[in-house]
């Protein structure tokens, strides 16, 4: 699936190095029970290519820069892309620093955040990943009757017993096994989640992106924080360790260590149709039987 999804990309522009950053978000997203974020969004990534709404070859821009942070402009690149690269620089940066900030404008949809965190749990760390939504839904700010803040979904994610735990949250269900926000903090937390992404790199607000998922872009916002630098890595396993029964009784939610299973991924059939037919109309060879 791996050699497919790149061969795809590829072909739509892509550079190989890039295509396969994408290829392994969206099997991330799989492997977490993130399906509609995984290779059965392939088509739609597509779409965005052959209508011009991503650049397959983009080059970010580096806007600001700190020892701790930096901002770039995505310049319309694919979010995966783009967010793989961010938080892979803010973890390198986290390992001396303790702490480490990405924020990413001008960018395309990541898919599921909670892919984004895990990466840095996988280093030992604490990672977060706060996404805007390219379009405001039909959830409202609580008091208000306007649909104000819409999805904004986020995640973090821990090391934990040798392996990971995350969560992933968002106002509305919308994606499976996601964590919904009750109503009533969709104002208050959706005002930060707004202002960490489109407010700290001052683009549009949720309300104010009326264009569509495919025309509007989105903002992310990374973070990781290194537990090396503060109690110690051991002193963090400890005490999740002595939650994990209170972790353990949320049964889905310990989503990330689904990820490190050694069976694979099984592709519901649907999706199998779906990227059949894909490969088909783009003339890419179907490696399944």
């Given amino acids: 699936m791996r050699s497919f999804l790149i061969a795809v990309l590829v072909k739509k522009g892509m550079y190989q190095f890039e295509a396969e950053l994408a290829a392994d978000r969206l099997i991330d997203a799989d492997r977490l029970g993130k399906c509609s974020e995984g290779c059965a969004s392939l ?39 783009a967010a793989t690269k961010g938080m ?3 973890t390198e940066r986290a390992k001396e ?35 805007s939504t390219a379009s405001a839904s039909n959830v409202e700010a609580f008091g208000s009757g306007q649909p104000v803040f819409g999805r904004q979904p986020f995640a ?11 969560f992933e949250f968002a106002f ?4 499976g096994n ?17 202002v960490l992404t489109c407010g700290l790199t001052g683009q549009k607000m949720p309300a104010e992106k009326k264009r569509g998922p495919t025309l509007e872009r989105t903002e992310h916002f990374l973070m990781v924080i290194n537990p ?23 049964g889905k939610a310990l989503e ?11 592709f519901a059939p649907e999706t199998l149709d779906v990227l059949k037919q894909l490969a088909e109309k783009e003339k890419v060879e179907w490696p399944f039987a």
Avoid: W
């Fill in 172 to 175: 509305e269900a919308n994606h």
């Fill in 43 to 81: 088509p739609s990534h597509v779409e965005s290519f052959d209508i011009g709404d991503v650049d397959p070859r983009a080059i970010s821009i580096q806007k600001t820069e700190t020892p701790a942070i930096s901002f770039f402009d995505a310049n319309e690149g694919m979010g995966h892309v």
């Fill in 97 to 131: 620093l303790g702490v480490a900030i990405v924020v990413i404008s001008n960018s395309q949809r990541l898919g599921s955040p909670l892919v984004y965190a895990r990466l840095a749990a996988l280093q030992g760390m604490i990672g977060v990943c706060v996404t």
């Fill in 228 to 250: 090396s630098c503060f109690a110690g890595t051991e002193t963090l396993e400890k005490k999740l360790s002595d939650l994990g029964a209170h972790i353990e009784n949320h």
């Fill in 256 to 266: 990330c260590q689904q990820q490190d299973s050694e069976n694979g991924v099984q």
């Fill in 178 to 194: 996601e964590i919904i926000i009750p109503h009533e903090l969709s104002g208050p937390f959706g005002l930060l989640h707004a």
């Fill in 156 to 166: 973090y994610a821990l090391p934990f017993q040798k392996s990971t735990v995350g």
């Fill in 88 to 90: 892979e620089l803010a």
